[in-house]
């Protein structure tokens, strides 16, 4: 067992929700970062217990155009201030991953600088990839080379090459002697060379026990990363289309087919693939967007907290804040937030009650991180499974449609009736099923 097992996670692009710059001008640190350690106390108010954070480090934009891995952009800060951030989190009992931008670098990195100025006689010629001399570019630059995604700024870095593999291993090093943080997620994870990520893995397990490696993935056999010599976890995008067109589509099949199809990949065993949640993230559009329903956004959350996996809240979700992507744009999705103006949220936002409640349970059950996952009913419209562990069970009730449903579902276990967690209704139990009726758009947590 190991600290990310039982993790709930909080997701933060900080040069959003900081309301820095669009872009880093080099003008002079502004210690937005400081301002930001006021999320981590409601970061445990709604059931969090980590958090990731990224992109942090010096770039042009965005963030993922990464210019200095061991420097914290200026938009945010200084290195002191990150290294205060973390210990903050770390005081309250909250691990810290960042965002591992390794795939590619950004157009200002110092390798590719030497490189634009020497050509042929650059010792960095090699640490990217395709490097022709006899191509160009949009910039002008007289050779090409491969990029992320299409996008020339987003120059990919030769991971084969022994050099680019132990800087970026030192950088790891780094980020841990200097913020002490618990683990990596990997952008572009889907794109990065296989041997690369297994010398991650070994370094991983040298510096900091339970160093934790998370990849970005979106499609393809999740176990091709998840394993032993590889990754810890990968982002599920599988489960998280699922999620939303399950419930757009009042299709339940779709999400039970898709977590038995995730099992099968594990062999079977939820402990060989334990997969990173999310209802939506910076990349992606809202979750409250996305649901044609609007009282759907608890079902999808009971669903995540309570199917196998480690669950994640991008920032502002708890709050079921919209986000949309405009004319190509990212922005929408990654807004600047103010702390006060979601004071009393708990109190009278029923999204983040709803949150804070289920962060809360995740918390005190193990059987919802350790549980192995058993169907009990399903229809187009209801879903019923359990979660087994050491003796102990939980099972989810949930009901998309618009009208009230009346389930009968089995039950194996020696009680009379179960509480709902969510509702404080009882459900009794008689002659091994027990009677569940869900109002519309309604779930609840047996327990």
């Known amino acids: 067992m190991a600290w990310y097992d039982e993790a709930v996670f909080y997701h933060i692009y900080p040069l959003g929700l900081s309301g820095a710059p669009a872009l880093n001008e ?24 980590a958090l990731y954070i990224g992109p942090l480090f010096e770039s042009v934009g965005h963030g993922y155009e990464t210019t200095d891995y061991k420097t914290l952009d200026r938009r945010l800060g200084d290195n002191d201030d990150l290294a205060h951030f973390v210990q903050a989190c770390h005081e309250k009992g909250v691990r810290v991953i960042f965002d591992g931008v390794f795939n590619h670098t950004g157009r200002e990195f110092f390798a590719f600088r030497d490189l634009k100025e020497k050509r042929e006689g650059s010792p960095y010629r090699d640490w990217y990839c395709n490097v ?14 491969d990029n992320w995604g299409g996008y020339n700024l987003l120059v990919k870095l030769n991971q084969r090459n022994p050099q680019v593999r132990d800087y970026i291993y030192e950088v790891i090093r780094f980020w841990v002697s200097e913020f002490d943080i618990d683990g990596i997620r990997l952008d572009a994870a889907d794109v990065l060379d296989f041997d690369f990520m297994k010398g991650m893995r070994q370094v991983a397990n040298e510096i900091k026990p339970d160093f934790w490696l998370m990849g970005e993935v979106i499609h393809g056999e999740y176990n091709r990363w998840v394993n032993s010599d590889t990754l810890h976890s990968v982002t599920n995008y599988h489960l998280n289309k699922a999620l939303w067109s399950g419930c757009n589509e009042h299709n339940f099949f779709e999400i039970a087919h898709t977590v038995k199809r995730l099992y099968d990949m594990g062999g079977g065993r939820y402990e060989n693939l334990k997969l990173y949640n999310f209802a939506d993230n910076h990349d992606v559009e809202r ?13 999808v959350h009971i669903l995540m907290y309570t199917l196998p996996g480690i669950p994640s809240i991008y920032y502002g979700s708890e709050f079921a804040i919209e986000g949309r992507k405009e004319q190509g744009s990212d922005a929408s999705l990654r807004p600047c937030l103010h702390l006060e103006n979601y004071a009393d949220a708990l109190e009278t936002n029923p999204a983040t009650a709803l949150v804070a409640k289920l962060g809360a349970f995740r918390q005190s059950s193990k059987v919802l991180s350790y549980g192995e996952y058993r169907e009990l009913l399903l229809t187009n419209r209801q879903y019923a ?9 939980v099972i989810t009730a949930v009901n998309n449609d618009d009208n009230e449903a009346s389930l009968s579902i089995p039950y194996a276990g020696s009680k009379t009736a179960l509480t709902g967690v969510l509702s404080g209704k009882t459900y009794p139990v008689e002659d091994g099923r027990i009677a569940v009726t869900l109002s519309a758009c309604e779930g609840d947590i047996l327990a």
């Open 26 to 49: 080099g003008a002079e640190v502004t210690h937005r970062l400081r301002d930001m350690e006021a999320w981590i106390e409601h970061i445990k108010s709604i059931g969090c217990n």
């Open 132 to 145: 022709n001399f006899g191509g160009n570019n949009e910039y002008n630059d007289g050779f090409s080379y």
């Open 287 to 299: 979750i409250y967007n996305k649901l044609q329903n609007k009282k759907h956004f608890s079902i």
């Open 385 to 393: 499974y359990a979660r087994s562990y050491e003796g102990e069970e």
